[in-house]
């Protein structure tokens, strides 16, 4: 952050009303998140009202939030929201050279742009399918299987019906001859594309099957055969494409199907604790046996 810009915020501390005095707090400690704040979620996090925000920015110069943030944002150098005395340090002095300091940067870039994702429309229609269709079906392919995988067992503790597409038996049965009103179907794949990725996804999608494909950056067919596809950045500098962007995705994803479903899902995972700990255990813990409820 510039210190001209700092230096307001800071006389903002000594000089404006209690309201203004805690927003520029908020502000100065917690810069790192600024990016994924609206002035409604700043006002209810600071306890005032989003015309205080709006107010507050007004005495700073600006016409709202919004046009403070892109203010803030194209002031922090090349660095996607200045990242901080020891993370600058790590930028001079990457040991490998400019590798490292590159792919941090592009990674805090691509998870701006997934949480981004997360606050759209297309973010919400996906969550609520998930959360009220009777089959959720998800496929994975190459290494992206492990995502694929990784997506199913955390749905499976919210709900029934959660299902990993068996990819090896050549024939996707559970997906084509399925319901289409009843089921959901959701892809991971990354370049170099597997035929049977897109395959599914054009025959799912003209069977009316809801189709959600999870992607980079440099997929041109997914458009054609989903009803949403999240294009995610992949290329972070290093060797082999990474998948930490997609990770963070997902677990965005997870979480507005929990926001979907509800408090009634609390009783759910509790029974699964319990469970767990009869047959399995956690390390330091003596679970009481199962009791089923009523």
Not at 264 to 284: C, K, P, T
Request: neutral net charge; contains cysteine.
């Amino acid at each position: 952050m510039s210190e001209s810009i700092r230096k307001v915020l800071e006389d903002k501390l000594a000089d404006t009303t209690p309201s203004g005095r805690a927003i520029a707090q908020y502000i100065l400690a917690n810069l790192r998140y600024l990016p994924f704040e609206s002035s409604a979620s700043l006002a209810r996090k600071i306890g005032v009202s989003e015309v205080t925000v709006g107010r507050f920015c007004r005495s700073l110069g600006y016409r709202h939030f919004k046009e403070f943030k892109a203010e803030l944002r194209d002031d922090l150098s090349d660095s996607p929201w200045r990242l901080g005395e020891r993370l600058q340090e790590f930028q001079r002095n990457g040991r490998t050279g400019q590798t490292l300091p590159r792919s941090l940067e592009l990674h805090i870039e691509g998870l701006v742009k997934v949480y981004e994702l997360a606050q759209g429309r297309e973010m919400a229609t996906v969550a609520k399918r998930i959360a009220t269709r009777k089959q959720i079906l998800i496929a994975g392919f190459q290494t992206e299987r492990s995502n694929a995988m990784m997506m199913a067992l955390h749905l499976q503790y919210l709900r029934d019906g959660v299902q990993l597409v068996d990819v090896g038996s050549g024939h996707f049965a559970e997906v084509l001859l399925g319901d289409p009103q009843k089921m959901a179907l959701v892809i991971f794949e990354n370049r170099r594309y597997s035929q049977q990725a897109e395959l599914l996804a054009r025959q799912a999608h003209e069977l009316d099957v809801p189709v959600t494909i999870i992607t980079d950056e440099y997929n041109g067919w997914a458009k054609d055969c989903s009803s949403e596809a999240f294009y995610i950045p992949t290329e972070l500098n290093l060797f082999w494409a990474s998948s930490a962007c997609i990770v963070t995705f997902v677990h965005l994803l997870v979480n507005a199907v929990f926001v979907e479903l509800g408090a009634g899902i609390e009783d759910r995972l509790n029974q699964i604790a319990r469970s767990y700990g009869q047959f399995v255990g956690h390390v330091g813990r003596n679970a009481p046996p199962f009791q089923p409820t009523d």
